[in-house]
């Protein structure tokens, strides 16, 4: 009776274990997905830039812009070991603006570049990976 016992004990815990092992590689694969997504969407408010992700994968990119400030607002993205720039145009509140950009692996440094809008905070990093 109670080898039976210890039998039944060990299934239960292989069981579990299994279950948990297949639970952890489906999370897995899920955090793998998200780091390789191809969209980065960057919100503009009064002077803050929110961005939807702090890392994404290098390569092109669908980059989105949207102003949800009461001032209107540009971005600018440049990685710290260039001298060139993307730029995107100002865009008043409510507007949107999409388009496909190819990331090189480094940090990159965005920011708006109206009068004052840097200094008072409209700025941060964004880190694109292999």
């Known amino acids: 009776m109670r080898s039976r016992s210890i039998t039944s004990l060990i299934a239960v815990v292989l069981i579990g ?3 948990l092992s297949a639970s952890a590689r489906a999370h897995a694969g899920h955090r793998s997905r998200a780091a390789a997504a ?11 830039l929110l961005l939807s992700r702090g890392i994404i994968k290098a390569g092109p990119v669908n980059l989105e812009t949207i102003d949800r400030g009461l001032d209107p607002h540009d971005l600018r993205l440049r990685a710290l070991a260039s001298r060139g720039e993307i730029a995107a145009p100002q865009l008043k509140p409510g507007q949107h603006w999409k388009a496909v950009v190819d990331l090189k692996p480094g940090i990159y440094r965005l920011w708006c570049s109206l009068p004052e809008h840097a200094r008072l905070g409209m700025h941060t990093t964004l880190t694109v990976v292999r």
């Open 38 to 48: 191809s969209h980065l969407q960057v919100t503009e408010v009064e002077y803050r």
């Open 17 to 19: 274990a299994l279950t």
